[in-house]
């Protein structure tokens, strides 16, 4: 069996085993603001969260590890990262066919190049807020095949919670999981 992953209830930043973020077999404490979570929001986290172009890649180099599972949240916190992603979509649309009018339009009108940069800046801020909005993760896996999820940005009590829930670690348990080698 693999170690058990790095808990830190200080930084907000808790490992989950991929199996239970699949499951959905996380404490309903929402994982945003620490209280009682009332449903859960759909979150897929990989390998390597930089590499979105990975998967166009041929073979091995393009292959990515992909843990899709959902994440107990409240209504406002999944009220306001599902009204994000629509925007996001929207501004996606807005780029698309801004890109499409000013690169195949004849000629380039005013209203295709607003688009293009209008879609082009809500996507790069987007980068920057989704930061702030979603818990952000990274999957890591060890020799024999067990995965587990490193979550970022999430509240002191949904750590607690997950520690609780695992029937808690002794330090010498977290001090092994942090120096895993198969952990970076």
């Known amino acids: ?3 058990m992953p790095f808990l830190d209830p200080l930084t907000g930043e808790v490992s989950i085993w991929a199996a239970d973020l699949k499951a959905g077999a996380l404490p309903w404490v ?3 603001s620490g209280r009682r979570a009332d449903d859960t929001i759909r979150v897929q986290y990989q390998e390597n969260p930089n590499a979105a172009w990975a998967g166009l890649l041929p073979g091995a180099i393009g292959r990515r590890y992909v843990v899709k599972g959902r994440l107990p949240m409240s209504v406002r916190w999944i009220t306001v990262i599902t009204s994000a992603r629509m925007l996001v979509l929207a501004a996606l649309v807005a780029f698309g066919y801004g890109f499409w009018a000013v690169t195949f339009g004849r000629p380039a009108t005013t209203a295709g190049w607003v688009l293009l940069v209008t879609g082009l800046l809500a996507l ?8 702030r909005l979603e818990p952000t993760g990274e999957v890591h896996r060890d020799a024999t095949g067990n995965a587990w999820v490193v979550l ?8 607690a919670a997950v520690q609780s829930a695992r029937g808690g670690l002794t330090a010498e348990g977290q001090m092994g999981a942090a120096t895993d080698p198969q952990r970076t």
């Open 1 to 3: 069996m693999a170690p």
């Open 30 to 32: 929402c994982a945003r």
């Open 124 to 131: 790069q801020a987007w980068r920057i807020v989704r930061v």
């Open 152 to 159: 970022r940005g999430v509240h002191p009590n949904f750590v």
